[in-house]
Protein backbone atom coordinates (compact mmCIF):
# COMPACT_ATOMS: atom_id res chain seq x y z
CA UNK A 1 0.00 0.00 0.00
CA UNK A 2 2.79 2.30 0.93
CA UNK A 3 4.51 2.05 -2.30
CA UNK A 4 1.60 2.36 -4.52
CA UNK A 5 0.72 5.77 -2.48
CA UNK A 6 4.35 6.41 -3.11
CA UNK A 7 4.31 5.80 -6.94
CA UNK A 8 0.92 7.79 -7.47
CA UNK A 9 2.77 10.68 -5.35
CA UNK A 10 5.62 10.82 -8.09
CA UNK A 11 3.24 10.70 -10.94
CA UNK A 12 0.84 13.64 -8.96
CA UNK A 13 3.94 15.24 -9.13
CA UNK A 14 5.40 15.16 -12.39
CA UNK A 15 2.24 16.36 -13.80
CA UNK A 16 1.75 18.99 -11.75
CA UNK A 17 5.40 20.49 -12.69
CA UNK A 18 4.90 19.58 -16.38
CA UNK A 19 1.72 21.61 -16.16
CA UNK A 20 3.50 24.62 -14.21
CA UNK A 21 6.12 24.87 -17.04
CA UNK A 22 4.09 24.41 -20.04
CA UNK A 23 1.93 27.67 -18.80
CA UNK A 24 5.08 29.75 -18.14
CA UNK A 25 6.31 29.22 -21.65
CA UNK A 26 5.34 31.71 -24.11
CA UNK A 27 3.37 30.83 -26.92
CA UNK A 28 4.02 32.30 -30.52
CA UNK A 29 1.34 30.84 -32.74
CA UNK A 30 2.43 32.68 -35.72
CA UNK A 31 5.88 31.04 -34.97
CA UNK A 32 3.76 27.55 -34.89
CA UNK A 33 1.91 28.02 -38.52
CA UNK A 34 5.08 28.89 -39.76
CA UNK A 35 6.40 25.82 -38.99
CA UNK A 36 4.00 23.75 -39.55
CA UNK A 37 4.10 25.33 -43.36
CA UNK A 38 7.77 25.56 -43.27
CA UNK A 39 8.05 29.27 -43.68
CA UNK A 40 11.39 31.41 -42.68
CA UNK A 41 10.91 32.95 -39.45
CA UNK A 42 11.95 36.77 -41.26
CA UNK A 43 11.86 37.47 -45.15
CA UNK A 44 14.73 39.20 -45.82
CA UNK A 45 15.59 41.55 -48.77
CA UNK A 46 17.94 44.12 -49.70
CA UNK A 47 16.88 47.27 -52.08
CA UNK A 48 19.69 49.31 -53.50
CA UNK A 49 19.07 53.03 -54.29
CA UNK A 50 21.34 53.62 -57.64
CA UNK A 51 22.06 56.20 -60.33
CA UNK A 52 19.07 54.03 -62.20
CA UNK A 53 16.65 54.02 -59.56
CA UNK A 54 15.72 50.69 -56.88
CA UNK A 55 17.43 47.61 -57.53
CA UNK A 56 15.73 45.50 -57.67
CA UNK A 57 12.17 47.44 -58.50
CA UNK A 58 10.03 44.37 -57.37
CA UNK A 59 10.00 42.36 -54.74
CA UNK A 60 8.00 39.21 -54.09
CA UNK A 61 7.04 38.97 -50.36
CA UNK A 62 4.83 35.88 -48.70
CA UNK A 63 2.08 37.06 -47.16
CA UNK A 64 2.05 36.85 -43.51
CA UNK A 65 5.31 36.06 -43.04
CA UNK A 66 7.08 38.83 -41.00
CA UNK A 67 9.48 41.08 -43.48
CA UNK A 68 12.79 42.74 -43.10
CA UNK A 69 12.93 45.26 -45.81
CA UNK A 70 16.64 46.96 -46.76
CA UNK A 71 17.25 49.92 -47.99
CA UNK A 72 20.21 51.08 -49.05
CA UNK A 73 20.68 54.98 -50.87
CA UNK A 74 24.48 54.71 -52.68
CA UNK A 75 24.02 58.28 -54.71
CA UNK A 76 23.74 61.81 -52.97
CA UNK A 77 21.77 63.54 -56.75
CA UNK A 78 18.60 61.95 -56.05
CA UNK A 79 15.68 63.00 -54.89
CA UNK A 80 15.22 60.14 -53.13
CA UNK A 81 16.06 60.88 -49.68
CA UNK A 82 13.09 58.97 -48.32
CA UNK A 83 11.76 55.90 -48.71
CA UNK A 84 7.50 55.75 -48.38
CA UNK A 85 4.99 52.67 -48.20
CA UNK A 86 1.99 54.24 -47.70
CA UNK A 87 -0.12 51.04 -47.66
CA UNK A 88 2.14 50.16 -44.58
CA UNK A 89 2.42 53.54 -43.29
CA UNK A 90 5.46 53.24 -43.35
CA UNK A 91 7.91 56.80 -44.31
CA UNK A 92 11.16 56.35 -43.34
CA UNK A 93 14.36 58.55 -44.24
CA UNK A 94 17.35 57.29 -46.14
CA UNK A 95 20.52 58.73 -45.46
CA UNK A 96 23.43 57.93 -47.76
CA UNK A 97 25.26 54.98 -47.41
CA UNK A 98 23.16 53.99 -44.31
CA UNK A 99 21.14 50.77 -44.33
CA UNK A 100 17.98 51.11 -43.22
CA UNK A 101 15.60 48.34 -42.24
CA UNK A 102 12.16 48.33 -42.53
CA UNK A 103 10.29 45.57 -40.45
CA UNK A 104 6.34 44.51 -41.27
CA UNK A 105 4.13 41.39 -42.07
CA UNK A 106 2.69 41.56 -45.24
CA UNK A 107 -0.95 41.23 -44.28
CA UNK A 108 -2.68 41.32 -47.95
CA UNK A 109 -2.02 39.66 -51.24
CA UNK A 110 -1.17 42.07 -54.26
CA UNK A 111 1.04 44.79 -55.37
CA UNK A 112 1.46 47.61 -53.06
CA UNK A 113 4.25 50.54 -54.49
CA UNK A 114 7.31 52.11 -52.36
CA UNK A 115 7.97 55.20 -53.81
CA UNK A 116 10.57 58.64 -52.86
CA UNK A 117 9.59 60.90 -50.80
CA UNK A 118 7.80 63.09 -53.52
CA UNK A 119 7.14 59.79 -55.40
CA UNK A 120 8.62 60.32 -58.47
CA UNK A 121 10.76 56.64 -58.37
CA UNK A 122 8.72 53.64 -57.78
CA UNK A 123 9.02 49.93 -57.15
CA UNK A 124 6.72 47.30 -56.25
CA UNK A 125 6.23 44.68 -53.44
CA UNK A 126 4.57 41.78 -54.72
CA UNK A 127 2.64 39.53 -51.82
CA UNK A 128 1.71 36.28 -52.34
Known amino acids: MRIRSFGKAIVE ?42 EPTSLKLRRGVPAQVTFIRKVSATCATQIV ?11 LNEPIVLSFTPKKSGTFSFTCGMGMLRGALVVH
Open 13 to 54: TAVMLLLATSLCLPIDVHAQRRAKRKLPPVQRVTVALTEKGY
Open 85 to 95: LLDYAIKRDLP
